[in-house]
């Protein structure tokens, strides 16, 4: 089955800073790539996402980018505010067919310091 | 509209006993799945349901199990609960539209086995 690792597990930035979320999944057949952001007491909620056929993806200061022949894609953020500071999720599923299964990793918590 | 609503919030059972949690997806949402959530292992896959047909399971024991109803309501139980599974259960419901396949999340049933 499908297997997502995520680095780092925890990241400290000064506000304003960039922070960069990095995964790798291991099945080729995902061409699926969401992003979660989890606050403290909430519940996951997308944040962007990319498709295989996609190299890049930008929402404002967001940015998703993956490389399809390395099984990496990895989240940027710039301009960093301390409403940033949560804990990430990466995910990888084959939305084709009838797996909707999602396969996350293990969450990165980002603390933006002001 | 209104999100994915899971009832209830909280629970607090012995070890032994057996509870059920339910969902209700967003209205048109006819995928629902579960992923049961703790600090160490991150959001893991339960399983998913479709037109009342569990389609994918994850590598859970057969004390955790599932339903769906004919209205996309879902209800998952877990029998002769341990102490480790306690616990964040999230739900999530999506469209099965292979280009439009997001993941809403509810709020979750946090699960404490004493």
């Known amino acids: 089955g499908e297997n997502v690792e995520q680095h780092p597990s925890t990241l400290s930035v000064q506000e304003g800073d960039s922070a960069v979320i990095k995964c790798t999944y291991s099945?080729?057949?995902?061409?699926?790539f969401p992003w979660y952001k989890q606050e403290l007491g909430k519940r996951p909620q997308l944040i962007i996402d990319i498709r295989s056929n996609v190299g890049e993806k930008k929402d404002q200061r967001i940015a998703v980018t993956l490389n399809k022949t390395a099984k990496h894609f990895s989240l940027h953020i710039t301009e960093t505010q301390p409403e940033d500071s949560a804990v990430y999720f990466c995910a990888a599923s084959n939305s084709g067919g009838s797996n909707y299964k999602l396969t996350f990793g293990k969450g990165t918590l980002l603390t933006v310091n002001p | 509209k209104a999100g994915v609503t899971q009832t209830p919030r909280y629970l607090i059972k012995t070890r032994g006993q057996q509870v059920t949690l339910s969902c209700s997806p967003i209205?048109?949402?006819?995928?629902v799945s579960w992923y049961q959530q703790t600090p160490g292992q991150g959001l893991q896959f339960l399983f998913e349901?479709?037109?009342?047909?569990?389609?994918n399971k994850g590598n859970f024991p057969g004390r955790f199990s599932g339903r769906q109803f004919s209205n996309s309501r879902s209800e998952m139980n877990v029998s002769t609960l341990e102490l480790g599974d306690s616990a964040l259960y999230l739900c999530?419901?999506?469209?099965?539209?292979?280009?439009?396949?997001?993941?809403?999340f509810g709020q979750g049933t946090r699960l404490t086995v004493v």
């Open positions: 099945d080729s057949a995902s061409n699926y």
């Open positions: 999530a419901s999506s469209r099965t539209d292979p280009l439009n396949t997001e993941a809403f």
């Open positions: 209205s048109g949402h006819r995928s």
């Open positions: 349901y479709f037109s009342e047909t569990q389609r």
